[in-house]
Every structure is written in structure tokens, then in C-alpha cells.
């Protein structure tokens, strides 16, 4: 089985920071892209950031230049540090990963995290 676990959330001031991180753990042969998701009340979920293997980063128009992503491929973990944080990115955001599992002979299957809430408020 995999699983993505993330963790990092929680209540911020507007400006403020936080780090939020995701492990992908289990039968795992190879990944791909892992990437951020939020989704904010009544809203859909939306694309944050995302790090391909190979280094092509793409961020959201919204978070460029607060928003960094980064991975550690050895540890199979993506993180997203998030500064200058405003009330409009609060949301639940879910990790999300593009994984082969061992002894599948399927292609890469997307996985996600079960959601990390973020909330920006004074």
C-alpha cells in the first residue's frame, strides 16, 4: 500500500509563516511529480505548486514569490514553505504524487494525502 502523510498545518497571522510537508511511504517503485492542492470553503480544489523528478518546478499565479516547493527524493517527502501568508490562502491543502508501486505493471498512478488545514487569521 501507499500513502501520503502530511503534516505542518494550522492557524497563522496574515503575514506570517508556515512549512508544511508530505511523506509518501509503502510499496513504492517511482515517483514523479509531487505537488500542493488547496481547496478553500465552497471553492474547488486548485493546482498550488508542483516539482517534477527531473526539477520543473510550476507554481499558481497567486503564490509565486511567497510559495516555494522543494523535495527530498531520498526521503520520498515534499515540502512547501509558505511565507507572507494572506487570509485568501487559507484552505485545506492535500498533497499529491505521481507513483508506480512496486510489482504493479501499471503506469503512474496518482495518489493523495488526506488534507492539512491552513488557516490565515489575525
Known amino acids: 500500500q501507499v500513502q501520503l502523510v502530511e503534516s505542518g498545518g494550522g492557524l497563522v497571522q496574515p503575514g506570517g509563516s508556515l512549512r508544511l510537508s508530505c511523506a509518501a511511504s509503502g510499496s513504492i517503485f517511482s515517483i514523479n511529480a509531487m505537488g500542493w492542492f488547496r481547496q478553500a470553503p465552497g471553492k474547488q480544489r486548485e493546482l498550488v505548486a508542483v516539482s517534477t523528478r527531473g526539477g520543473t518546478i510550476t507554481y499558481a499565479d497567486p503564490v509565486k514569490g511567497r510559495f516555494t516547493i522543494s523535495r527530498d527524493n531520498a526521503k520520498n517527502t515534499v515540502y512547501l514553505q509558505m511565507n507572507s501568508l494572506k487570509p485568501e490562502d487559507t484552505a485545506v491543502y492535500y498533497c499529491?504524487?505521481?507513483?508506480?508501486?512496486?510489482?504493479?505493471?501499471?503506469?503512474?498512478?496518482?495518489?493523495w494525502g488526506q488534507g492539512t488545514r491552513v488557516t490565515v487569521s489575525s
Open positions: 499529491n504524487a505521481d507513483i508506480i508501486p512496486l510489482y504493479s505493471s501499471s503506469g503512474f498512478i496518482g495518489y
